[in-house]
Nanobody, 119 residues
Framework: QVRLVEAGGGLVQAGGSLRLSCTASGGTFSNYAMGWFRQAPGKEREFLATVNWSGDSTWHGDSVKGRFTISRDNAKKMVFLQMNSLKPEDTALYYC????????????WGQGTQVTVSS
């Protein structure tokens, strides 16, 4: 069983930056691909980015490509989402998740961290 805890959310002005982190406990962290998702009120959950087990392969969705960057540190059992050039439409609850593959099912989820971008 993998437990995930996100941190780093908050209130930021448009154009600003935040770095989200997700710390894992339990299980073998390096066995899992990791992903970041978000969900805004009234909207479906959106898949933002994923990184493979070793960190040498990443994918970013079109809505965040060029602004957000996913990375991981297996020694620290952490995954990060660097978010730059934030926009009000980035406001959402952000979740990290662990899965068996970058584009497979994600079996373990954190509780989320709120990101609010003011205009």
């Amino acid at each position: 069983q993998v437990r995930l805890v996100e941190a780093g959310g908050g209130l930021v002005q448009a154009g600003g930056s935040l770095r989200l982190s997700c710390t894992a406990s339990g299980g073998t962290f390096s066995n899992y691909a990791m992903g970041w998702f978000r969900q805004a009120p009234g909207k479906e959950r959106e898949f933002l980015a994923t990184v493979n087990w070793s960190g040498d392969s990443t994918w970013h969705g079109d809505s965040v490509k060029g602004r957000f960057t996913i990375s991981r540190d297996n020694a620290k059992k952490m995954v990060f989402l660097q978010m730059n050039s934030l926009k009000p439409e980035d406001t959402a609850l952000y979740y990290c998740a662990a899965g068996s593959g970058m584009f497979g099912n994600y079996d373990y989820w954190g509780q989320g961290t709120q990101v609010t971008v003011s205009s």
